[in-house]
């Protein structure tokens, strides 16, 4: 059985995540806090983000940005779109 979670983003009780995203405190708060689907959707975006931004995980002034992005995403504000992106259907 899999555990579930209220979802801050979603405002709904959802499917949690199966571990923490990533290490540390904020890691172990979003595996609280968030449903394993606005995980997923945070993934679908950020890897747009990447893509469309050219972005490079080496740089660290690129991974700020992606943890900002992924921050304001889950407090449920605007994030940063690619220009010209559309989105698929």
Same mark, same amino acid.
Request: aromatic share 10%.
């Given at each position: 059985?899999?555990?579930?979670?209220?979802?801050?983003?979603?405002?709904?009780?959802?499917?949690?995540? *199966?571990? &923490?995203?990533?290490?540390?405190?904020?890691?172990?708060? @979003?595996? #609280?806090?968030?449903?394993?689907? *606005?995980? &997923?959707?945070?993934?679908?975006?950020?890897?747009?983000? @990447?893509? #469309?931004?050219?972005?490079?995980?080496?740089?660290?002034?690129?991974?700020?940005?992606?943890?900002?992005?992924?921050?304001?995403?889950?407090?449920?504000?605007?994030?940063?779109?690619?220009?010209?992106?559309?989105?698929?259907?």
């Amino acid at each position: 059985m899999s555990r579930t979670v209220f979802c801050q983003l979603l405002k709904k009780k959802l499917p949690g995540l *199966a571990e &923490a995203p990533f290490p540390g405190s904020r890691g172990a708060a @979003i595996f #609280e806090a968030y449903s394993a689907q *606005a995980w &997923a959707q945070w993934q679908s975006l950020q890897t747009m983000l @990447i893509n #469309e931004n050219h972005l490079s995980m080496l740089d660290k002034h690129h991974r700020r940005y992606l943890n900002e992005q992924r921050d304001r995403y889950l407090a449920g504000e605007e994030i940063d779109q690619a220009e010209g992106y559309i989105r698929p259907d």
